[in-house]
């Protein structure tokens, strides 16, 4: 158990080299707690499951839900092998300690769409071996052999006698017959799955329905205060000093008071503390990041681009190749620029936190509670075993609760420091648009050649843009050689650090560079789908435009740049049957491909577009298939599918944060419009049937819309959009 | 101030000027109501004012005394729950479900004005309801199964 912890930090992503199953075994922890059944609390059977007397069975989660679906599928691994049913199974959040950190990131964050992948083996080792104990204390307990035992439904059963017990009547026998946790124990065989690879409902939905679904933000405890913060217009900004007067003068307001974060109202109701915010009067120190800009930043990473960059890659002789092309007129040179993006949950940002002498505890929807720990605990300068989490359910994240900084947290600790009831801060909405974190601006300059046959001979990238891990924690991770290999995701065709793979596509000569903007304006912050956010659009649409150049079809083009890439090629070969790639559209529609590589699962999408002659356009089909290994639960892997290309969807469409003069422009949905139900497409998705094991969904289908509508764009009109979102181009979709 | 909210009256101390949403919330303990941008925008504040959908953040609350409110808490019955909500279970609508008792109001007012809509219906009545996670095609599924159990209960 100890020996996972020490043994450093491991990778996002490194656990595709370590070849899946054996890792997953020997991370399941298990103990049985006689502390907890002596009180007749029911007994841990290990660290995921205990079981009450009265045969509840409750699964502690160690992974957090906002809609990604890991409660279901987490209990639905469980119930697999305990032989329940997996809605009768009751969840509590696990504790943030070291036993419940993933064995992946050995810290307690959910990301990087491996929930399933990561779990896959633990929850269902956990299950079995609970169900190994129950039927070793039936088996003694009634004289039988295990082999005439059956578990249905939460019960022992014995056909030969009729006998039968629920697990919880067995308990009693465990703790008699002092019946430890077996050292191995054998996993059903995919055959005899009942409930993994079926089309699952939400474990939590019926409260989703109801309105009962509990989120941070409806959480409210005896004397709790509301708090509002007033923050800088400039990210960077600092309170000089300020007048409270009015704001004190108004009703329900207890106390303002200056935090780092700016200047906080506490009231005894969130309406009150806001509409007194708007009468505070602060001074304020616009900082460092005041003057800066978006266009300064494009200007900036222009020129940037245009200097060596750090080299992750140089395969074959790229920059000869080029120089040897441009006299044959076979070479395409492109800039394409990605603005800073918002998250914009649904749910803002919101956190109570109680502080008293020593020890502190909050409750806050978080990806990433191991870090929220570490951060209080440094900020309170308390042990980190004094910080105590509770995790409701999240109104969305989509990286945004993942904060490195903790900031949404940390700042309720610091406003609830010297009160003696919990603070509830929440952001509204133009906070969250205005002072949140982004994805960050990027721009990637490439230049590219193509052969005789018009295949691509040459490919030199180079990608500039704030690094989202250096200087971090994960630094010594993540950075390589002083590259993020976030900011060049599926950009590289050879292992780059802990990723053992980039892209699918095979180019001769290949080099690719990457500059680490300077860290300035914005905090940087995972945005679904992370790098390829950026990289997808650069990458894919630059990658068109070579095929284009090589006057070779984009899907044929992909077809035969992956032949090497097996699971990569057999999903391009699907999508373009399943989407009729080769039929002709009438004019003003037009076709566009894109695919992806995201933690192991390839995806590939492709569109349809009708545009308009003002630059409307709708998108009328979407077709997606995906690979991800074997589907835990189909259901959920469609609705991931739907929504993660909605979102990728929405950002390629419109989404844009602009800074001015320091200041974020935009405020609200009206001025950061996110997709609605009528530009929504028709999806079709097509799960590729899996032996390999499950890898992640959540955040693949992301990615490869975005460049494959800017592709379908190009292809109905013949104009290539190279500065996003594509409503900055003219392009408006309706 | 006394509001009729899900069939009760209640009696209420907020500033005449509080928007209902807040009264709802934070006043009421009526949370499945949900706060997304405060301007009207994003729908997730939906509530039922005479039968109608409104925007409650953007709603004083003095505006709606004494006139019959429904929330979402107000939706199920004695004989559980209703046909929009059953068909949001069903279609599995939900994924983080902030949204979703917003989107749940807005179907249920679009349906009771208009029991058989088409996909042009239902994108003019939802398109105010923002769903992040991008439930939108399970979301136009799910209005017509709700239309469907609902001209069943009636031939019923």
Known sequence: MSEHLTTGSMSRRRFVQSSGALLFAAQCPVGLSRKAYASGAGAMMNSFVRIDPSNVITMLANNSEFGNGAYTVMSMMLAEELDVDYRSIALEAAPTTPEYYSPLFREYLTAGSVTTGSTFMPMRTAGAKARAMLLEAASRDWGVPTAELSTVDATVQHAGTGRISTYGELLEAIHRLDIQPPETVTLKDPSEFKILGKPARRYEGAGKVDGTAEFGIDLKLPGMLYGAIARPPVHSGSVVDFDATEALAMPGVVKVKAIRAGVVVLADSYWRAQKARAKLKINWDRGANDGVSSEQFYADYRALADTPGLLAEDIGDAIGALDAAEASGNVVEATYEMPLLAHATLEPMNCIAQVEGDTCTIWSGTQYQSNDQEVISRFLGIPQQNVTIHRPLMGGSFGRRSSKTADYTVEAVEAAMGELVPVQIIWSREEDIRSGHYRPLFVHKLRGSVDESGMPEAWHQVAVGQSLMQGTKHDPTYMVRGIDIYSLDGCLQEPFGVFPYGTSYQIPNHRVESHNAPKKGIVPQEWRSVGHTHTGIAYECFLDELAHKGGIDPMELRLRLTKDHARMNRVLSVLKEKCEWDKPLAPGRGRGVASRIYNISPVAQAVEVTVAENGDFTVDRVVCVVDCGFAVNPLGVEGQVEGGLAYGLGGVAFGNIDIVNGEVQQSNFHDYPVMRLPQMPKVEVHILPSDEPPTGIGEQATTPIAPAVANALFNATGRRVRRFPLSSQGFNLV | ?156
């Open chain 2, 1 to 156: 101030m006394k509001l009729e909210v899900n069939g009760n009256e209640v009696e209420i101390t907020s500033e005449a000027d509080t928007p209902l949403l807040w009264v709802l919330r934070d006043e009421l303990g009526l949370v499945g109501t949900k706060y997304g941008c405060g301007i009207a925008q994003c729908g997730a504040c939906t509530v039922h004012l005479e039968g109608r959908a409104i925007r409650s953040c953007v709603t004083p609350v003095s505006a709606v005394a004494g006139k019959r409110i429904q929330t979402i808490e107000g939706q199920a019955s004695d004989q559980g729950l209703s046909p929009v909500q059953q068909a949001w279970l069903e279609t599995d609508v939900a994924q983080c479900g902030y949204c979703q008792s917003g989107q749940i109001m807005a179907a249920t007012a679009l349906l009771s004005s208009n029991p058989s809509p088409n996909d042009a219906d239902i994108d003019a009545a939802m398109a105010g309801n923002i769903c992040r996670c991008g439930t939108y095609p399970r979301i136009r599924k799910a209005v017509h199964l709700a239309a469907a159990l609902m001209s069943e209960e009636q031939g019923a």
